[in-house]
């Protein structure tokens, strides 16, 4: 970074990268990225982590896409084999008219035989688009994205009980807690600003009970450290419950005034005494009896969850779990007090609230209800919503190997690399007769693209995105896409006039204005304000309030405004270690790479601190398998195998493989288990039996 002679202008926006929506001051010359600076946003207050600060010159990466591209005849058969230094040995470049209607023309008129994933780094706006184009164009709902591999089985337990998707509270609100609870999330990797304010919550004296089958960055800061086994979140989480109830811990008066069914919640509990649990979770009787007291005891508590607890076949259980236990303790709205899933992609909250999900229209609105589906007709002026729910992300592809979705829109997605057991997802997409892409790289997706169309990174548009705490922001452009590269709102828009549709958008704002007239969450955040303030969190009460940070403090958005308490059984994982396959196998991210890689991976700075692949070990399985750090190793499971260098790590528990899935040359999710959650429909990333074997030196 220079001084401010370095730059011409600056301009702010928001990080691209996690659902923290930290806010940049980007500083500019000669139209490139010069260096960023935290800017004065509500959830940075002008911090950053190194994604934010130092992640931006992916930018201006060699392999950008620049033009439009169209397969070529003679290209050889699809797979994950295009160079991306040369593509002209699989693509042929063409001008826009003539690749939009060569994207239009496969799609168009194929009803349910066309599927669409979106993506969850665009805008509100260019979210809310692409499921109207799905909807409208193709009379379904099969339109999905990847919130269905982080939180949909979070979004599941909270619309099921809470009557909300979103958090109840903002994570900044850890300020005015004295106790917090983190589980199954690893924020000095994943949410590394939002770690700073758990960190100073427990300087000053919070307790934060951390609880993890991995070791991690916040431990030493912890009060409790709870290093349960894999896959045993409701054991654990029961148990606490149970002493709650025995101890008659419980806030009464709460209970009585804003939920329901807990006298089934309590009856349900009285099996998961801690003594029996003990063996079930790894945890000690004593330890989840003073858990129990100090979270119930405290004043206000926080509840703070990741894909620890979302990613597996019991998620939906295990957040029907945290959500009973914040009711039980009366820890729900009040300053201090909620229940905050940490969301993933910088706009995973707003792509999901735009109605990006099969099952539900914006807002959370389902498909099935007569009334909603009348009000979206009349606003998009036809009779457009089908009543069916769509498919998910991994039932799209199985729908592709049984011959039923023939052809797909993916935008700003990358199946290829995040879809669980990805070689079956790999042929699904190289079986697909017609696959339009539209993304700023060539991802290993677009590999098997008919049709490529260059579109513009987050730093080069306009638009809003809403973060982990329901904070709608605005997103400036920085500088101007490469070459033809446009921005995805008007991709959308040019290919929905070429598959028929009457759609006439000149501008972000447009969008904007139609999804207030339909998005109750939008009232009193219009476009100018957002222009105007930067950010407004909702919902807003009126244009000069500037959105509650903290809400149901005065009953749920349910029937009869109570929330509910959902018992929960013990599910075993869907496939146990055994002797063929002695260690569990979980996958996630790290602190310097994001999701499949296809931009820390192009950014200098990151990919030189993380260039390579490592599996992590403890120290003593890595010397009883023979393995030394930094030798290479085979990890395998029943979906297939990868060679990746061995790490030691002291965090990773002795039967336990910890593997990142940025990396193609090592793509985790070759390893990983489709098994589905059967109510959020997500994959179970955190579970999968293994083996591990030395690779013979070369
Ligand atoms: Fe960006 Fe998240 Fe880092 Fe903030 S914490 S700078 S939003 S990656």
Redesign the pocket.
């Known amino acids: 970074r220079g001084d401010s002679k370095d730059y011409d202008r600056e301009v702010q926006s928001v990080?691209p990268?996690?659902g923290?929506?930290?806010q940049l001051s980007f500083k500019i010359k000669d139209d490139k990225i010069k260096y960023v600076e935290g800017a004065g946003g509500p959830a940075?207050e002008n911090r950053?982590?190194v994604?934010?600060r130092f992640g931006f010159d992916y930018v201006d990466h060699p392999h950008r896409l620049k033009v439009p591209l169209i397969r070529r005849e003679d290209a050889p058969a699809k797979g994950l084999n295009v160079d991306p230094g040369d593509l002209s040995t699989h693509f042929r470049e063409a001008t826009w008219e003539e690749a939009l209607d060569a994207a239009a023309r496969g799609l168009k008129g194929r009803g349910g035989e066309i599927a669409g994933f979106g993506s969850a780094k665009c805008s509100n706006e260019e979210a809310y688009l692409f499921q109207k184009f799905i909807r409208e164009g193709f009379g379904h709902n099969n339109v999905d994205h990847c919130t269905r591999l982080c939180h949909a089985s979070s979004v599941a337990a909270l619309m099921e009980n809470v009557g909300s998707g979103a958090v109840t509270a903002t994570f900044n609100e850890i300020e005015n807690a004295d106790v917090a609870i983190v589980i199954g999330a690893n924020p000095t990797e994943n949410?590394?600003?939002a770690a700073t304010y758990f960190k100073q919550f427990a300087k000053r004296g919070g307790k934060l009970i951390v609880m993890d089958p991995r070791g991690q960055g916040l431990k030493r800061h912890a009060s409790h450290m709870l290093q349960f086994r894999p896959g045993a979140d409701v054991s654990m989480l029961n148990a606490i419950m149970h002493v709650i109830v025995e101890e008659g811990l419980y806030d009464q008066q709460y209970i009585e005034g804003y939920t329901e069914n807990f006298e089934a919640m309590k009856a349900h509990l009285a099996d998961f005494t801690p003594e029996a649990m003990e063996k079930v979770c790894g945890i000690e009787a004593d330890v989840l009896r003073d858990v129990a007291r100090v979270f119930a005891g405290a004043k206000a508590g926080m509840i703070f969850w990741g894909m620890g607890v979302s990613q597996h076949i019991h998620g939906t259980d295990n957040s029907r779990c945290l959500i009973s236990l914040a009711l039980m303790c009366g820890h729900v709205g009040r300053p201090g007090a909620g229940l905050h899933p940490l969301r993933g992609q910088?706009n995973v909250q707003g792509a999901s609230d735009a109605g990006m999900i099969p099952m539900f229209l914006p807002d959370y609105q389902p498909v099935e209800d007569e009334g909603v589906r009348s009000a979206f007709n009349e606003i998009w002026e036809g009779d457009i919503v089908n009543p069916v729910k769509g498919l998910t992300v991994v039932e799209i592809m199985d729908a592709i190997h049984d011959d039923v979705i023939k052809g797909m829109y993916i935008l700003g997605e990358n199946p290829a690399m995040s879809d669980p057991d990805v070689e079956h997802a790999r042929d699904a997409l190289a079986k697909l007769d017609h696959l339009v892409v539209q993304d700023i790289f060539l991802t290993e997706t677009a590999n098997y693209a008919d049709v490529i169309l260059p579109a513009s990174a987050f730093a080069e548009k306009t638009g809003t995105v809403t973060n982990t705490n329901r904070q709608v922001q605005m997103g400036r452009p920085v500088v101007s896409p490469p070459g033809d590269a446009r921005e995805d709102w008007w991709i959308t828009t040019e290919l929905a006039k070429r598959c028929g549709l009457e759609w006439s958008y000149a501008h972000p704002r447009e969008v904007f204005a139609e999804m207030q007239r339909s998005m109750a969450s939008m009232d009193n955040i219009s476009w100018e304000r957002l222009e105007r303030e930067d950010v407004v969190t909702y919902p807003s009460l009126s244009e000069s309030d500037p959105g509650q940070a903290i809400v149901f403090g005065d009953g749920f958005p349910r029937a009869g405004g109570r929330a509910r308490f959902t018992p929960a059984n013990v599910i075993a994982p869907a496939e146990v270690p055994d002797t063929e396959f002695p260690f569990v196998l979980t996958t996630g991210r790290q602190l310097e790479h994001w999701h499949t890689g296809s931009m820390t991976r192009r950014a200098s700075v990151l990919d030189g601190l993380e260039p390579e692949a490592n599996g992590s070990l403890h120290p003593k399985t890595l010397r009883r398998l023979g393995i030394a750090p930094g030798d290479m190793m085979r990890v395998e499971t029943r979906r297939g195998a990868i060679s990746i260098m061995a790490r030691a790590d002291r965090a990773v528990s002795e039967d336990m493989v910890f593997i990142p899935f940025a990396y193609v040359e090592a793509a985790a999710n070759v390893l990983t288990n489709p098994a589905l959650d059967p109510y959020g429909k997500i994959p179970e990333f955190k579970f999968s039996a293994c083996r591990v074997s030395a690779l013979q030196k070369v």
């Open positions: 990080c990268y996690c923290v929506g930290c940075n950053l982590c994604k934010g949410h590394p600003v910088n």
